[in-house]
């Protein structure tokens, strides 16, 4: 049986000034992360550090159950 991997994704802060990267991180991590903080997340059938294409964690959520429901 094959290891299953979760998406990676590229995790960006929002500021005034634009998008600031933070960093690549799976897509559980990036869930994890503290709703306080202003993030927007890659979306994860792209590619992360090469999209324009972000979304937000209700998003991701909600793309990540589509996911498993195909399985």
């Known amino acids: 049986m094959a290891h299953k991997t979760k998406p990676l994704v590229?995790?960006?802060?929002?500021?005034?000034e634009g998008r600031v990267p933070?960093?690549?991180m799976n897509t559980k991590?990036?869930?994890d992360l503290p709703?306080?903080?202003d993030v927007?997340?890659?979306?994860?059938?792209?590619?992360?550090g090469a999209?324009?294409?972000f979304?937000?964690?209700k998003e991701l959520r909600?793309?990540?159950?589509?996911?498993?429901?195909?399985q």
């Open 22 to 24: 933070l960093g690549i």
């Open 29 to 31: 991590q990036a869930l």
């Open 10 to 16: 590229e995790v960006a802060a929002k500021t005034e």
């Open 62 to 70: 909600r793309v990540g159950k589509k996911a498993r429901g195909k």
């Open 35 to 37: 709703d306080e903080l």
């Open 40 to 48: 927007e997340i890659s979306h994860p059938d792209k590619e992360p």
């Open 55 to 57: 979304i937000d964690k």
């Open 51 to 53: 999209t324009d294409h």
